[in-house]
DNA sequence: ACCAATCATTTATGATGCATAAACGATCGA
DNA sequence: TCGATCGTTTATGCATCATAAATGATTGGT
């Protein structure tokens, strides 16, 4: 079994689960970064994602125009741009998380309580060492 | 721990893994249908990657152009056209494999063979729960 | 105080992938 | 013979994405 082979009947399912956002996988992409790290550098939120600066000002202009993040200025360096989620933000990343929840609950339907246990340890395992290897040699979606 | 997020740290990898054998994803999914279903009709194709039969005919020419499929026509309804895998065809999905093997062993090294086992049992049974449900209601991917 | 560098931003451009539609020739079934 | 089916060609539009050049505001160094 091949762990590649997943993405394909989990892929329409996320797509599923993402639509009703209304929101890009980048932009999707940007506010979990933003959750995870706090308020960011603009630049560092470029870094992260892969995108170019100057690509980086639309999804940040969609995302203030939907009110999931706010744009202020570093006050000990005002051409930094501080990217913030905001409350409105956070919701719509939970909203993510349930729907998400959702697949996980369609998926494992056949396995028990506990064999889910076992499995969400193991991944979680496996992602972890991901996630090592991703901060040594940085590449996109990480 | 979800799913979905496996795909965050693995999509690179997997775009890696693809990218050797210069095909699109839609190319290789077609070759992958073409493995477990043997010969089939162009239409039977289109249905399953959900792509317009005026699209698929493109996917087809590079896949012929490559050699990695051989277009045939029905004897008893010479207006359906019969993709069959080459030897050639078999070949690249072959590399493709090893390719995502790699994948899971750099992903699950820290697991034991053992857990490995474990975790691969599982992901079977999920990913056959997903099948079933998708021959139900068939999706884009599936 | 001047000046080069940095940062966000605007604008333009092109490539790519994907979906949709219309029309055509070959072929089949009635 | 005639309508329907199948593969095919062609055209069109849309969305995403990458790249580049130029600008205004701001900074730090000299």
Redesign the pocket.
């Known amino acids: 079994m091949l762990i590649a082979q997943l993405g394909r009947g989990l892929r329409p399912r996320i797509e599923q689960a993402i639509a009703p956002t209304g929101l890009?996988?980048?932009e999707l992409l940007a506010l979990q970064h933003l959750r995870e790290r706090g308020p960011s550098?603009?630049?560092?939120?470029?870094d992260l994602l892969?995108?170019?600066?100057?690509?980086?000002?639309?999804?940040?202009?969609d995302l203030e125009d939907a009110d999931l993040i706010v744009?202020s200025?570093d006050?000990?360096?005002?051409?930094?741009?501080?990217i913030e989620l905001t409350d409105q933000g956070g919701r719509v990343l939970q909203e993510l998380d349930r729907a998400l929840h959702g697949i996980d609950d369609a998926v494992l339907s056949t396995l028990t309580e506990r064999e889910r246990a076992t499995l969400n340890g193991l991944l979680a395992r496996a992602v972890e060492a991901v996630a090592g290897q991703c901060s040594e040699q940085p590449e996109?979606g990480c």
Chains 1, 2 share one sequence.
């Open positions: 890009r996988p980048r550098a603009q630049q560092t939120l470029a892969r995108v170019d600066p100057s690509n980086l000002v639309g999804v940040l202009n744009r200025r006050r000990a360096d005002r051409r930094r741009g501080i996109p």
